[in-house]
Nanobody
């Protein structure tokens, strides 16, 4: 059974940091592009970042550029999202998603992804 599990969410003060993890089971991430998405209450889902199969391509939303870093460790079958200088507007449920793809493929459009995790809550508040 193909499964993605996010972890690492929590509550932090503005300016703080969190590292989210997306661990895959039942399949190897080597052949999959991974995206991180978030959804705040009452708002549409936003594509935060994505990374291609061998990390040759990464893409970020303008709202997180310079603050978030996506990376992957295929040996650990895990993708990470390092989030620094967090702001209250980063508060949301964060999801990772996977799609089997070509080497350079990466998309922030959630409609292009086939497998989704259950999400992890990130709350930024003073």
């Amino acid at each position: 059974q193909l499964q993605l599990v996010e972890s690492g969410g929590g509550s932090v003060q503005p300016g703080g940091s969190l590292r989210l993890s997306c661990a895959a089971s039942g399949f190897t991430l080597d052949y999959y592009a991974i995206g991180w998405f978030r959804q705040a209450p009452g708002k549409e889902r936003e594509g935060v970042s994505c990374i291609s199969r061998s990390s040759v391509r990464t893409v970020y939303a303008d709202s997180v550029k310079g603050r978030f870093t996506i990376s992957r460790d295929n040996a650990k079958n895990t993708v990470y999202l390092q989030m620094n200088n967090l702001k209250p507007e980063d508060t949301a449920v964060y999801y990772c998603a996977a799609v089997r793809s070509a080497n350079y493929y990466c998309s922030r459009d959630g409609q292009n992804y086939d497998y989704w995790g259950q999400g992890t809550q990130v709350t930024v508040s003073s």
